[in-house]
């Protein structure tokens, strides 16, 4: 009898200490947190969901191989609490054993197919294209049903439209957002995610009214935008271009990585990613996303497919843009797809030669200036943060004028969105096809 009173007094202890550690949590205290939780454990080791909350703070403050130490004891714990096995493979593969996390999420789909989460982790990493496509149809067909709820979460919604991009439904992501357009968390995020369907479906026109209308919509932020980290940036371009160099595909420094080496010995510190060409040997593209896949260094967009022209994908947290060059005739196009109209860029045909930029040794257009030349007109040795190469480069090939248009608006909502009004003016001014804004930002956007 005396036992139970302490046996009370641990378990109101215990749920003290989890409400503590939640709101630490939620208040952006991941040490603190933490702490609260590893008490809680101390006192109740056996609840499983202590060890997965603990874990979890764990790995979103970057801990991974310690989170993955303790999502293996919820498992052991609760072999059949389907999140621990999402978590662990997460952990898992943030401490670079893919593997194993695909492993782990394996088993947490078999537990709990309904965890789309973990379909999308298995899409994100699995070597086998079969089995990405058909994970990304179960994520599709779990968050439909989620969807399709009378009382459904706009975040869902948001899910469920990008889990349909990723199976390349562009015309159904348009009418699900034209016919829930109210359900919508965000009106100009909605209208933003229209116009990207409608633009992969083709119909450029009607991309660019959608992206002019997300556009009206956005309010000015504070400034949010940084710089690009130029060394890290750096080590990428040379981990990358190594990468693909040593399979055998020509890679090299393309359009702002190649102009701030060309131009300035270093790379662009107002750059938002590094640009990276392949120069296609034969008749036939390079399986890119196969060789990027089976890297677990790179990480990929869900969307892309083997025989795509153009990759985004990120390296230790740099954004990385691939495109493929291919010879036609005299000259070598690489572009965003293969949708026509779509944004394409023609150059004199070039072949490659060894280059040395400081520590960086590559190869580059044996013909450096005119590439450049070709790529930003004339004026390339001076600098301009407002130029666009999707919008204004003299290299544009048989694009529509309202895919360029399209770009211009979009990146203008991206730069307001990081308080760069001045850079959003210049991206407007630069559109094929005016860009009226109405309301109140008419003479600020317009002038």
């Given at each position: 009898?005396?036992?139970?009173?302490?046996?009370?007094?641990?378990?109101?202890?215990?749920?003290?200490?989890?409400?503590?550690?939640?709101?630490?949590?939620?208040?952006?205290?991941?040490?603190?947190?933490?702490?609260?939780?590893r008490?809680?454990?101390?006192?109740?080791?056996?609840?499983?969901?202590?060890?997965?909350?603990?874990?979890?703070?764990?790995?979103?403050?970057?801990?991974?191989?310690?989170?993955?130490?303790?999502?293996?004891?919820?498992?052991?714990?609760?072999?059949?609490?389907?999140?621990?096995?999402?978590?662990?493979?997460?952990?898992?593969?943030?401490?670079?054993?893919?593997?194993?996390?695909l492993?782990?999420?394996?088993?947490?789909?078999?537990?709990?197919?309904?965890?789309?989460?973990?379909?999308?982790?298995?899409?994100d990493?699995?070597?086998?294209?079969?089995?990405?496509?058909?994970?990304?149809?179960?994520?599709?067909?779990?968050?439909?049903?989620?969807?399709?709820?009378?009382?459904?979460?706009?975040?869902?919604?948001?899910?469920?439209?990008?889990?349909?991009?990723?199976?390349?439904?562009?015309?159904?992501?348009?009418?699900l957002?034209?016919?829930?357009?109210?359900?919508?968390?965000?009106?100009?995020?909605?209208?933003?995610?229209?116009?990207?369907?409608?633009?992969?479906?083709?119909?450029?026109?009607?991309?660019?009214?959608?992206?002019?209308?997300?556009l009206?919509?956005?309010?000015?932020?504070?400034?949010?935008r940084?710089?690009?980290?130029?060394?890290a940036?750096?080590?990428?371009?040379?981990?990358?271009?190594?990468?693909?160099?040593?399979?055998?595909?020509?890679?090299?420094?393309?359009?702002?990585?190649?102009?701030?080496?060309?131009?300035?010995?270093?790379?662009?510190?107002?750059?938002?990613?590094?640009d990276?060409?392949?120069?296609?040997?034969?008749?036939?593209?390079?399986?890119?996303?196969?060789?990027?896949?089976?890297?677990?260094?790179?990480?990929?967009?869900?969307?892309?497919?083997?025989?795509?022209?153009?990759?985004?994908?990120?390296?230790?947290?740099?954004?990385?843009?691939?495109?493929?060059?291919?010879?036609?005739?005299?000259?070598?196009?690489?572009?965003?797809?293969?949708?026509?109209?779509?944004?394409?860029?023609?150059?004199?045909?070039?072949?490659?030669?060894?280059?040395?930029?400081?520590?960086?040794?590559?190869?580059?257009?044996?013909?450096p200036?005119?590439?450049?030349?070709?790529?930003?007109?004339?004026?390339?040795?001076?600098?301009?943060?407002?130029?666009?190469?999707?919008?204004?480069?003299?290299?544009?090939?048989?694009?529509?004028?309202?895919?360029?248009?399209?770009?211009?608006?979009?990146?203008?909502?991206?730069?307001?969105?990081?308080?760069?009004?001045?850079?959003?003016?210049?991206?407007?001014?630069?559109?094929?096809?005016?860009?009226?804004?109405?309301?109140?930002?008419?003479?600020?956007?317009?002038?």
């Amino acid at each position: 009898m005396a036992s139970k009173p302490v046996d009370d007094q641990a378990g109101r202890g215990w749920k003290a200490l989890v409400v503590s550690g939640t709101g630490l949590f939620r208040s952006g205290d991941l040490t603190g947190a933490a702490r609260m939780f590893r008490r809680a454990i101390r006192l109740r080791p056996y609840e499983p969901r202590t060890h997965y909350q603990l874990a979890s703070i764990l790995l979103r403050d970057g801990k991974a191989h310690e989170a993955s130490r303790i999502f293996r004891e919820a498992t052991r714990l609760a072999p059949r609490m389907a999140e621990s096995w999402h978590g662990l493979g997460l952990a898992l593969h943030a401490s670079g054993d893919g593997r194993a996390a695909l492993s782990a999420f394996r088993t947490c789909v078999r537990i709990d197919a309904g965890i789309w989460r973990a379909w999308q982790s298995i899409a994100d990493i699995t070597p086998s294209e079969h089995e990405r496509i058909s994970a990304l149809k179960m994520a599709r067909q779990h968050l439909g049903k989620l969807a399709s709820q009378p009382k459904t979460d706009p975040a869902t919604l948001v899910y469920y439209a990008d889990a349909l991009a990723d199976m390349l439904d562009f015309e159904e992501v348009a009418r699900l957002i034209a016919a829930r357009a109210a359900a919508f968390p965000d009106p100009a995020g909605s209208s933003e995610r229209q116009a990207r369907a409608l633009y992969n479906t083709g119909n450029y026109q009607g991309a660019f009214r959608q992206m002019t209308s997300a556009l009206a919509a956005t309010r000015p932020c504070p400034a949010t935008r940084q710089d690009l980290d130029t060394p890290a940036a750096l080590d990428v371009l040379d981990e990358v271009c190594t990468l693909f160099s040593r399979a055998g595909l020509a890679a090299f420094p393309a359009s702002g990585t190649l102009l701030g080496l060309v131009r300035d010995g270093h790379l662009l510190a107002h750059d938002r990613d590094v640009d990276i060409g392949i120069l296609q040997a034969g008749a036939q593209r390079p399986d890119l996303a196969r060789f990027i896949r089976r890297h677990p260094g790179l990480m990929l967009e869900r969307r892309a497919r083997p025989g795509d022209r153009y990759f985004a994908l990120t390296c230790r947290g740099i954004a990385v843009d691939l495109f493929v060059y291919t010879r036609r005739g005299d000259h070598t196009l690489c572009g965003f797809s293969d949708l026509p109209g779509d944004i394409q860029w023609r150059f004199a045909k070039f072949s490659l030669r060894e280059a040395c930029f400081g520590q960086l040794t590559c190869t580059i257009p044996a013909d450096p200036r005119r590439y450049l030349a070709e790529s930003y007109g004339p004026g390339w040795t001076r600098q301009d943060t407002g130029f666009a190469s999707a919008i204004s480069s003299p290299a544009l090939f048989e694009t529509d004028p309202f895919a360029r248009a399209f770009y211009s608006a979009g990146r203008a909502r991206a730069a307001i969105r990081a308080g760069d009004t001045a850079k959003a003016r210049a991206l407007i001014h630069q559109s094929p096809i005016p860009i009226i804004l109405q309301g109140e930002r008419t003479h600020e956007m317009n002038t």
